[in-house]
């Protein structure tokens, strides 16, 4: 086997790693919304999958801007720390 298939195989083989690596960080992000209040849950969720104002979150939501805010701000806090934890 010559080093180019060798580097090759190398290349390949930190590529899965990395893909198994994000798929199951993924995994835990949505393990760690689901934990989240219901509604916190919600204002999460609205700002990963869509291009939302914090306004706009808030009128789809009935709630107000600032505890839209509140949500997001303690949301992440509460995913980073849950994915945290995990490793």
Not at 4 to 30: G, P, Q, R, W
Not at 47 to 53: A, L, R, W
Not at 65 to 78: D, I, K, Q, W
Request: hydrophobic share 35%; aromatic share 8%.
């Amino acid at each position: 086997v010559t080093q180019a298939v060798m580097d090759k195989m190398e290349k390949m083989s930190n590529h899965t790693e990395e893909t198994i690596f994000y798929h199951e960080l993924v995994c835990l992000e949505n393990e760690a919304i689901d934990n989240l209040s219901r509604q916190r849950g919600k204002v999460y969720r609205l700002s990963m999958n869509g291009d939302y104002s914090y306004k706009e979150m808030a009128d789809i939501l009935d709630i107000s801007p600032r505890t839209v805010e509140h949500h997001l701000m303690s949301g992440r806090a509460e995913v980073r720390r849950y994915i945290a934890a995990c490793y």
